[in-house]
């Protein structure tokens, strides 16, 4: 599934930006329930990090986590 990626996140972080918004909400993680895999976190840090290459600092970049992260 191409949204699993970061390009994916990019893309739509730069269409909201070019449509004007000044900040962008996501869910980065790709599971569903309380605990993650290695591989889960680091694709979420990958795509964070791209989308915040892509739109620049002035964009508020906020992670939504829907409560669904334990602190383990």
């Known amino acids: 599934m191409e949204r699993s990626y970061p390009g994916a996140a990019v893309k739509t972080a730069q269409s909201n ?21 290695y591989a889960v976190e680091k694709l979420a840090l990958d795509k964070l990090e791209a989308v915040r290459d892509a739109v620049g600092p002035e964009v508020e970049v906020i992670v939504e986590c829907h409560g669904r992260l334990t602190p383990a």
């Open 17 to 37: 930006v070019e449509r004007g918004f000044t900040a962008l909400k996501g869910y980065p993680f790709d599971h569903r329930g309380l605990y993650t895999s």
